[in-house]
């Protein structure tokens, strides 16, 4: 098969927008390679099948570079050696920062965490007004990662509510409030770093102060301002999870009431849900250090290539009836929607424990929780996610 051959899909079409797994699904059982056609930007190719995207991710022809990733204008210059995080970085590089790292981000530290978490949670159901209609996502789901993050790296509690606000400017994408918001982040991340070299707590910042290699490497502080950063992004993960998720389980309500009954169910549920309605459905661009052939195809060097999410985690050759949301279903978790190989998400625990937390807590909350009219969907040919969700509790 050549590149002219292989099936073309047009992110910015309507119907792609709006059910992207129809579309990808088409795309995925014509051919392991799809071509995105993407409006103000050149070739980019899209892995479509499991197995494909799962070997694409983890091969080290595949690189990041500086096509990888966009820039919005108007950043100060003075902000720019923080926004490079971890998830634009190969090679030694990257290796370097994530062996310092990923210590403090283990499935089992994540576990450590989640008593705070389930306090943040219940703060958070605590002000949701019990008459009227509430948009959950504006008022439960977004502030939620923030204050998990904040928690997480020591920002004092007096700063917490503005970086909420940072954090719903970030995740309404690139725009003004996004290029407002970092300065801001950035001071604070520099704040607290100052502080906890100062005087260490009991959080992330001082955690990784003290992290010193066999060879006496260490992190500098633009490599923990730039961290924090990290986790302000990510943080947008969980958001939009908890958001699809809510809206998955209100248009399955076999599937919500098991997890009623059960929250033993709820890790199951999570990789479930990010397997079925996960927000991201591309992953970060790549491009061919030479000519590689993929699936039958030969990918030109420096060719944009993608893995297509959205489409891999609905691959009949690994999960059985893929449309089909079970939150009991055996295998789940092998879905990519925390990407795979070198750059797997490196707080994928942090956002399972943070989304079971999450889910848990409203349902038990408010057994009356229901869909106020319909969910107001975001058309973004990257994300999966919600401008609005109205419910009554």
């Not at 899909?9 to 059910?19: F, G, K, N, P, T």
């Not at 995080?85 to 576990?111: C, I, N, S, W, Y």
């Not at 195809?297 to 449309?323: H, K, L, M, W, Y």
Request: proline share 9%; charged share 25%; aromatic share 6%.
């Amino acid at each position: 098969m050549t590149g002219a051959a292989l099936p073309e899909i047009d992110v910015s079409d309507a119907q792609v927008l709006l059910d992207p797994f129809a579309a990808y699904r088409e795309a995925r059982e014509r051919a392991p390679l799809a071509r995105l056609l993407v409006p103000g930007m050149g070739e980019m190719w899209a892995v479509t099948r499991h197995e494909e995207a799962r070997a694409m991710l983890g091969d080290a022809r595949f690189e990041l570079n500086s096509g990888s990733y966009l820039t919005p204008p108007g950043i100060p210059e003075d902000c720019k050696a923080y926004l490079r995080t971890m998830q634009e970085k190969d090679g030694p590089e990257h290796t370097r920062l994530r062996g310092l790292v990923a210590p403090a981000f283990t499935a089992r530290r994540a576990l450590a965490f989640r008593p705070k978490m389930e306090r943040i949670v219940e703060a958070l159901l605590d002000t949701l007004p019990v008459s009227g209609p509430v948009d959950l996502l504006r008022d439960f789901a977004k502030p939620l990662p923030m204050d998990v993050i904040c928690e997480l790296v020591g920002v004092p509690a007096a700063d917490r509510p503005q970086w909420r606000e940072y954090g719903s400017m970030v995740a309404s994408g690139f725009g003004k409030g996004f290029v407002e918001a970092i300065p801001a982040i950035m001071a604070g991340a520099k704040a607290v770093v100052a502080e906890r070299r100062r005087e260490p707590a009991d959080d992330l910042v001082s955690e990784l102060i003290g992290v010193q290699a066999e060879d006496g490497d260490r992190l500098s502080d633009v490599e923990l301002v730039t961290l924090v950063w990290h986790l302000v992004l990510a943080g947008q993960t969980p958001a939009n999870l908890i958001a699809n998720g809510v809206v998955a389980l209100f248009e399955h309500p076999e599937q919500l009431a098991a997890l009623r009954a059960d929250d033993g169910l709820a890790p199951g549920a999570v990789d479930e849900l990010m397997r079925w309605c996960g927000p991201q459905l591309l992953t970060t661009p790549r491009f061919p250090a030479e000519d590689v052939e993929f699936g039958g195809t030969v990918i030109p060097r420096g060719t944009a290539v993608t893995a297509a999410i959205v489409s891999a985690n609905r691959d009949p050759r690994v999960f059985a009836d893929p449309d089909r949301l079970d939150i009991t279903r055996a295998g789940a978790a092998a879905h990519l929607g925390f990407a795979y190989g070198p750059h797997f998400c490196l707080a994928a625990a942090l956002a399972r424990v943070q989304a079971e937390v999450a889910l848990t807590g409203l349902f038990r909350r408010f057994p009356k929780l229901a869909p106020e009219g319909e969910p107001h969907r975001t058309p973004d040919p990257g994300t999966w996610r919600l401008g609005a969700l109205p419910v009554t509790l």
